[in-house]
């Protein structure tokens, strides 16, 4: 871990696009990428491969400590392996969010996976996406932003995003559970998902991803956090 690396945050609710930009502006920038929510991901995946129960918190917390997620080093190839299984797929999978939303509201759990998220800052950046990347893992990033759409819209993102990796999804199906992931993920005890104090608020239901990327460079060059801005 490097202290002096900048970090960009961007928190949202489910659907809002952060993963799609904070991709890019990683990319762009040629930063490191932390994808929080993939972390809570793989530990659902954990959990049910292992046929552990999710409320039996010892075991829970066993797995994040057993579990080795293994991101591609190459931006272009999203592949993820679960201690050494391809699991690129059934991680992105709407049953494996859901799961990961109900273990992501134990407490001791988001302690457990505090240090394996801030292992990730390193030279010469880190755009970090999640719920609480601002409020809670790292609270002193040089810019944070809070990353809004319409539910409405937000479905229809996850639902054409399904579609595209080849994933069956049913738009009702999807506006219900996002609702409901978003009720449950906004009203937990621990770090809820809420905008930092010190947030840049950005509704992206208007804009498109190339919109949201230039606003978010733009930002990060006033603030000081790159010297230009990258086409
Ligand atoms: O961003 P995502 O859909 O991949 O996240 C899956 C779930 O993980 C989300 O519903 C809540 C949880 N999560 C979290 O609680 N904190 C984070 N920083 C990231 C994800």
Known sequence: MNDSSPIITIDGPSGSGKGTIAKRVAGL??????????????????????????????????????????????SRDESILLNGEDVSQELRAETTGNMASQLA??????SALLDTQRRYRLLPGLVADGRDMGTTVFPAAELKIYLEASATERAERRYNQLKQKGLS???????????????????????????????VVIDSTQMSIDEVVSRVLQLAHSCGVCDSIPD
């Open 29 to 74: 920038l040629g930063w490191h990428l932390l994808d929080s929510g993939a972390i809570y991901r793989g530990l659902a995946l954990s959990v049910s491969k292992s046929g552990a129960d999710g409320d039996d918190e010892n075991t829970v917390l066993a797995l994040c400590e057993s579990m080795n997620l293994v991101f591609s080093a190459d």
């Open 105 to 110: 509201a134990i407490g001791s759990v988001r």
């Open 169 to 199: 999804a049913n738009l009702a199906n999807l506006k219900k559970e996002i609702a409901e992931r978003d009720e449950r993920d906004a009203n937990r005890a621990v770090s809820p998902l809420r905008p930092a104090d010190d947030a």
